[in-house]
């Protein structure tokens, strides 16, 4: 069974997070990745703790798989080589501030003369055009100037993080599939094209309702600590030793949850008998459910609430989630074959799909230029005399 | 210029909020996408407030530009006409609990029969395999379940959801990833295939360093309020009339923020001069900078930062996010033509691509069963009458 993008070559420019994990994805659909680093330390993300046996495991959990190639691309060599290179792949993929690639003389316009079926994928902070395009952005800006923070976190409180990099991450995904999709329009008309996809844009498709409640209430929607906005019971409750997450927003499970927590009395309490009452006095039901929930502690109301089919979780750390029974029942933590990362597990792919067979391992990251000679020789036909020639020169 | 899914057709029987938001952005690139809704009620969603004019603004913002048809799948006419749609559709996408369309004689091995062709996908929140696949989840679930709530938050306090519904948005990118990359699979192969992911497992997929963290340093990785794990400065900064962040993580922006700031000794200060001694020291960092940022307004800090070149933002609400220069003139939101919500903006697409003609408004969000004529007679042939005769047995 072939993996569904096999045969596809990706000549990968990305560094740090969104474009390394954009790419990291279509290796795990199949397509080969040739990642091209400068000889002076490669990916930013190689200096990036935390280091196991003097490498960076943020380095591996983003790269594990991919091929490296270093290449000076300052150099008219350089330059000249990934031209050539060009000729041979499918897609190219870069992050750079917009601008870079065609002061290198090596933007879309130069590349698609060359190789016409490339497709040409952008992730920048801004995008590549608008009043803002050449600055640089990072994670917590657009996570900031998208919206998206100013409403997470807890009234009056200082501003929150989302804790993950989603910034970087939702460009990487929605990139993904601006480059899945122009393979298949390739299909159909022979051409590639420019794919521009931009971290701040990328916020701000993902506010959902609260871009709606704004313009219909008039008033700025603001943090709600763990609260859904229209939704109750749907946040964390405090038991004896620590919080749980209870989401019960339907009359039915409002119901099973009061009978299991041996409360029936509030179910026809005239303050919660509908989820538009219950969410109108969302810090009354806080107030008589964490009054209940105080008398046991997390584990026990996960048995009770469990067996009576009430929707429920603890607020998982990092231990408790690499040990989750469904997460391993569906392989989402691969081992990598790395010497320097014994018994390491990364992030598997949440793709699945019929045609792709579950892969329970990764091959480790690869070191700065570790593909040099495979590559070059395979693609372009050079000689080990040649291409030592140019790792003379500073090229490579 | 076709559009790059111009011809592929969906019939999308998702509710809510990851299924619509997949086939939304399956529309914005060019497909047809057909929803199925109960005829009594339709999709949930269509509850949810905000209302306008006695419509919602929730179901409005994720359905826009689709149709509706009505179909009653408890009935054998409802569950045969779906089985006749399915014959002339690309794509089939629902996110019921796993097990629903099995037990209706509509899972993939019942469609895949009628039509090899058919591309499957299924968003649910444990997926349809392993121990909890009958479970039901919910985004705030997720978002606890698989880790993400641990990180996110200020140490010591109450856990804190992300402010967008995360859990369901990722697994409707990763579930369009996987259904534009089983078109182009199908390009080359000639069958279909299913998509099955879980919004469990995308939670998992996006913890990128927290994860490696935790197995490197061997502690659970805590919420850090709006900081970074190991950059600095990069987190939220108080002026005199509210919060800005900067994000000045290298020492060249160190030393430039420094400059604006008019504190240069702080730039050779013993415990600032890497980015690892200031992340060793994030407090005094914080405390030297927020003596300082106290003594003018945000909007004075934007103009002086922004002039010295210093990545910086304010924490934008909805309203600054919608008359944000730089979303405008991407286009990120456009005008939707719906008579019950007039002036009203909903986001645009994020995926730029050079054979996608920009779009500046979208078509109004469907009425249930709007399209019944339409879809039923272009697609099945089918005449008034048997139109009619439908609809009076509650098929419709």
Known sequence: MKKPLEGVRVLDLTRVLAGPFCTMMLLDLGAEVIKVENPNGGDDSRAFGPFQNGKSAYFLTINR????????????????????????????CENYTPGTMEKLGLGYDDLRVI??????????GFGHSGPDMNKPAYDILVQAMGGVMSITGWPGSAPTRVGVSMGDISAALFGAIGLTTALYQREKTGVGQKVDVA???????MLENALARFQVEKAVPQPLGSRHPSISPFQAYKASDGYLIIAAGNDNLWSKLCTALNCTPLISDARFQTNAQRTSNVIEVETELNAILDQKTVAQWMDILNNAGVPCSPVNGMDAVLQHPQLNARNMFVDVTDPAFPGMKVPGNPIKMSCLAEELSRDKAPDIGEHNSEV?????????????????????
């Open 65 to 92: 798989g991919k091929k490296s190639i270093s290449l000076n691309l300052k150099t008219q060599e350089g330059k000249q080589l990934l031209r050539d290179l060009v000729k041979h792949c499918d897609v190219i």
């Open 115 to 124: 190789n016409p079926r490339i497709i040409y994928a952008a992730m920048s």
């Open 199 to 205: 971290m701040l844009d990328c916020q701000a498709a």
């Open 376 to 396: 070059l020789r395979d693609l372009l036909g050079m000689s080990n005399a040649q291409i030592a020639a140019l790792k003379a020169l500073g090229v490579m």
